[in-house]
């Protein structure tokens, strides 16, 4: 093919995914009727790119639908529904609906299979490559995602960057949209940070987990948008057992990714094993450094002092069964499984990572903080 003909071919492609976005668009656009209103201002939609993995967004989102159920209609959205059985059990009173079925050997009715195959293939018109998400929206993500969006009325909670952009885009006439930052700004990418400071005042809200982040969005969007700081919660079935102050055990949780520091952790609990040999780590998550983290703990002698596990279905019970939680990450939110630690009354370690961990650790008062990826100073 000629580099004449290749270009005419990315022209063409170009001008197709314009029509389908300005098409996807005005069609999830559609006013809704007066009986798409009834009951609007009681209908809460919480929007997850999945409520059936774990993390501590999806616990987020969880916490916060069993929250409201009492007082409003509340529905989980999960973008994608990915396996069966949910990690997390879902609040009582709260519907879940999936908007695309990901789970291995899923099929979409027999007319629109071919439709399917078409779409499925090709990159989302409107996810922000920049979020990690991304790999997982397609056209046909949008085709469904406009479909689930079309007259619909009440209030819309997005929580992550690329959802939040998505709820802008569309912008659904019935819709009031809260954008739930559950990270910090600098943590994401600049690609995605100069595409919030471009079309985050499409939002009516943004709802930010501390201080230093709503000042770091104040300064970004320059007024241009309604910013509100929510911390995360503990939900309310943690069981009144309090942690065992006498275990010699240290835990901690989350995805086995750079993000959560194990990798400094590790070498950390090395320079506290020495000198204690009856103490245990045990870090329950999963993840790609799976195998990385495993190498180090041989390569540090550590195999009958560390323990990698599975991730923990309760949580509450495992700190029930240790004295100390050590969080070793490079950044976070505001740490959901932080709050939790100390509302079982377990000792508390964090790095003073953005953010998040010192606006819940009042340093020497109800736990301790160290420097950022300071390895001896955690041990």
């Known amino acids: ?214 000042r770091s969005y104040a300064e970004r969007l320059d007024g241009s948008l309604r910013l509100e700081r929510i911390p995360n919660t503990v939900r309310d079935d943690m069981g009144a057992a309090s942690a065992d102050l006498d275990a010699r055990t240290i835990i901690t949780a989350g995805r086995f990714t750079r993000q959560k520091g194990y990798d400094l952790l590790i070498p950390a609990f090395g320079q506290v094993a020495a000198r204690h040999p009856e103490w245990r780590l045990r870090i329950f998550g999963g993840g790609q450094e799976r195998a990385t983290l495993e190498a180090l703990v041989d390569e540090l002698g550590l195999a009958g002092a560390v323990s990698l596990e599975k991730p923990a279905a309760d949580l509450a019970a495992e700190m029930e069964r240790a004295s100390i939680y050590v969080l070793s990450s490079r950044f976070e939110g505001l740490p959901l499984v932080l709050l939790e630690a100390m509302s079982k009354g377990m000792a508390v370690v964090s790095f003073d990572c953005p953010t998040g961990p010192a606006d819940v650790v009042d340093d020497h008062v109800n736990g301790l903080l160290v420097p950022p990826k300071d390895v001896d100073a955690l041990a």
């Not at 071919?9 to 209103?37: F, G, M, N, T, V």
């Not at 209908?43 to 409201?68: C, S």
């Not at 409003?72 to 396996?83: E, F, K």
């Open 1 to 214: 093919m000629s580099a004449a003909a290749r270009a005419l071919r990315l022209r063409a492609r170009r001008l197709a995914r314009r029509i389908a976005r300005s098409l996807l668009l005005r069609y999830a656009r559609a006013e809704p009727k007066p009986q798409d209103s009834a009951g609007a201002e009681r209908r809460v939609y919480i929007m997850l790119n999945t409520a059936f993995g774990m993390g501590g967004t999806i616990r987020a989102g969880l916490n916060l639908a069993g929250y409201l159920a009492p007082r409003h209609d509340v529905r989980i959205v999960s973008v994608g529904r990915t396996r069966d059985k949910p990690f997390f059990d879902f609040p009582p009173g709260v519907e879940v609906e999936s908007i695309e079925d990901r789970r291995r050997g899923a099929t979409p009715p027999r007319h629109l299979r071919r439709l399917h195959k078409l779409l499925s293939g090709r990159p989302s018109l409107f996810m922000h490559r920049s979020d990690a998400a991304a790999v997982d929206y397609s056209i046909w993500t949008d085709l469904l995602f406009a479909r689930w969006l079309r007259r619909r009325t009440g209030f819309l909670l997005t929580t992550r960057p690329g959802l939040n952009l998505l709820a802008a885009e569309f912008r659904p006439p019935g819709m009031i949209t809260v954008g739930l930052e559950q990270m910090n700004l600098g943590s994401h990418r600049a690609s995605l940070r100069r595409a919030m400071e471009a079309r985050y005042d499409r939002l009516d809200v943004l709802a930010v987990l501390t201080e230093p982040d709503m």
